[in-house]
């Protein structure tokens, strides 16, 4: 057994020795993306207010119009790890492979993974690419998500394949034969309308694509 793990050992620091030198081992390479102090590695899209306290990032809606919180670089394959609560009764997401038409808030491509408390409006599961839903959880995990406490998301995008878990139970796992683009910002969204009111914390990204 001692010899069996010796062996072990050996071949994991034989496979870390030959990565490229800057390149963090598997599970070591996730970075964060709100610092949990201010926005300032984001960009805002849209006019509504986006506010950091006590490590807490909130979204308010102050007009009717869509507002996003968006990452200043593009990702392709990647792994996003969140937790949300719903504050208010609007409706959120976690867009991804997203561009906005200049200048303003229209979303000229992506596809988001859901948020929204209420039971039964698909938490997790895919809507966009100007197509509606593009898959939902199953009907029995609509109960799973948490109306009044925070939730815990991690979502995979590669390429045109999309999973995600939320609270600890899988949500969807769904390769998309349409899917038109594979790579664009990730952006957190607040639906217009006027009562959307977000937050989030512990925002994490692991970028899976191949170099």
Known sequence: MKSALLLLAFS???????????????GEDWIQLYNGKDISNWNS????????EDGILTGKAVNKSYGYLETPRDYKDFQLSLR????????????????FKPGTADVSQGAQFEIDCRIGQHTAGVYGFGRAWIV??????????????????????????????????????????RAPFIQGTIALQLHSGGDGHMQFKDIWVRDLTKK
């Open 12 to 26: 994991a620091t034989t496979v870390f020795a030959q990565l490229p030198a800057g390149t963090k081992p598997p």
């Open 45 to 52: 899209v849209g006019g509504q207010q986006w506010t950091s």
């Open 84 to 99: 949300f609560k719903c504050v208010g009764s609007g409706n959120s997401g976690v867009y991804f492979h997203t561009k």
């Open 136 to 177: 939902w959880p199953s009907p029995q995990n609509e109960t799973v998500v948490r109306q009044t406490d925070w939730n815990e998301m991690l979502v995979t995008v590669e390429g045109n394949h999309y999973t995600s878990r939320l609270n600890g139970v899988p949500m969807v796992d769904f390769t998309d034969p």
